[in-house]
């Protein structure tokens, strides 16, 4: 399948989407590109999704295999490898839009970031303006605590693929390594999103490893059927009795996405369908 030709608006020039994922998490791939494209219909293409060994079935994305998951930052930082731009807008594949993204709400924060040479900044208001730039959209991050996260964010390319390769980290080590090199001053040209700005992304969490109620409603909401026997949704509470069914469905999770990525690469040349299963048949 040929990726469909580069439209980025001016803009977004040097500016590419790019999707962090796993094949564990393959099946959340139609789910997550049905909101990308519903909600923003007009998305840079192509976009880039960072996979293992499986592919997915759509001309608008193109698939950047890493091999074999051995930590997240191992991933990303092969696939950041393979993004042929100078920024990168970067998503994880569980956390579906909400709301539609407004191009100009984008651009107010990459274009000044691009102008002063930032690495990174993530797309989520953090922190007041500071005193001596009152009415600033982005400004530099001096504190840990205005880190927020690998939620949404505008990294340099090159930049997140360097501190990924330094580390052999889970997503969440990451982020607590991002503000341990702030708080010892090693962290370079990374900005937060002030309370000035208009948040340009709006995104729900819909899963951590199974399916959270927030995620079943909101897919529901807009007619989609989760595949639960690929991703359980277990009992949500703390008490021991949710503890321990979710304890089990753990090891289910993960030797169910091995024996369907097993499959897919047996049966279909390991390419996933771009297909979402719907509760009624859309008009």
Not at 6 to 31: A, E, F, R, T
Not at 172 to 193: F, Q, T
Not at 211 to 227: A, E, F, L, T
Not at 243 to 264: G, H, P, Q
């Amino acid at each position: 399948m040929q990726p469909v030709p580069s439209n980025p608006p001016p803009c977004l020039q040097d500016l590419k989407i790019v999707v962090s994922s796993c094949d564990l998490y393959c099946d959340m791939w139609p789910l997550f590109f049905h909101f990308l494209f519903k909600l923003w219909p007009e998305a840079p293409t192509p976009i880039y999704l960072i996979t293992n060994h499986l592919s997915y079935d759509d001309p608008r994305v193109v698939t950047v295999k890493v091999g074999d998951d051995t930590s997240w930052t191992d991933g990303v930082a092969r696939g950041m490898a393979q993004v042929p731009s100078e920024y990168s807008f970067l998503f994880l594949d569980d956390f579906l839009l909400t709301e539609p993204i407004t191009v100009q709400r984008l651009a107010d924060i990459y274009l000044p970031l691009k102008d002063k040479g930032g690495n990174w900044v993530c797309l989520r208001p953090k922190a007041p303006a500071p005193p001596d730039d009152p009415h600033a959209l982005i400004s530099p991050i001096t504190d840990a605590s205005q880190s927020a996260g690998f939620h949404s964010g505008i990294w340099r390319t090159k930049y997140l693929e360097k501190i990924c390769s330094e580390v052999h980290l889970n997503i969440w080590h990451m982020e607590g390594h991002i503000r341990k090199l702030i708080r010892s001053g090693e962290a370079e040209n990374l900005y937060y999103m002030t309370e000035n700005a208009a948040r340009p992304v709006s995104y729900i969490e819909v899963v951590k490893r199974f399916w959270q109620k927030d995620g079943i409603d909101y897919v529901r909401s807009n007619n989609i059927r989760p595949d639960l026997w690929r991703r359980p949704y277990p009992p949500q509470g703390d008490n021991v009795f949710a503890r321990f069914i979710r304890s089990l469905l753990k090891r289910y999770v993960r030797m169910r996405s091995a024996s369907e990525t097993s499959r897919l690469l047996k049966t279909n040349n390991g390419v996933v369908s771009s297909q979402v299963r719907f509760i009624k048949k859309p008009d």
